[in-house]
């Protein structure tokens, strides 16, 4: 079983930053995949990005490349997202998610642990 908490959400204006954290604990973290996904109100889940193990291989949806980034640190536990040039439609419920496979997961569909989600509004 993996624990995961979500953190640093907020209000922020278009064109602005927030970083996200997701704090894992209960088994290895360095055994799992990480990501992202979103849920805006009324609209279906969206996968934002993935992160392997180790941190080496990234892979991103199409509406953040370039102005997202998932990061990892195996030594603290924590999976980051620094979100920059926020837009509007960015504003959702943003949840961690962790795999099993120890690769990149490209759906939320295929995620087997959740956080409680950390909600993003970003204002025009």
């Known amino acids: 079983q993996v624990q995961l908490v979500e953190s640093g959400g907020g209000l922020v204006q278009a064109g602005g930053s927030l970083r996200l954290s997701c704090a894992a604990s209960?088994?290895?973290?360095?055994?799992?995949?990480m990501g992202w996904v979103r849920q805006a109100p009324g609209k279906e889940q969206e996968f934002v990005a993935a992160?392997?193990?180790?941190?080496?291989?990234?892979y991103y949806g199409d509406y953040v490349k370039g102005r997202f980034t998932i990061s990892r640190d195996n030594d603290k536990n924590t999976v980051y997202l620094q979100m920059n040039r926020l837009k509007p439609e960015d504003t959702a419920v943003y949840y961690c998610?962790?795999?099993?496979?120890?690769?990149?997961?490209?759906?939320?569909?295929?995620?087997?642990?959740w956080g409680q989600g950390t909600q993003v509004t970003v204002s025009s």
């Open positions: 992160i392997n193990w180790s941190g080496g291989s990234t």
């Open positions: 998610a962790a795999s099993s496979s120890s690769g990149i997961t490209p759906t939320g569909r295929r995620y087997d642990y």
């Open positions: 209960g088994r290895t973290f360095s055994n799992y995949g």
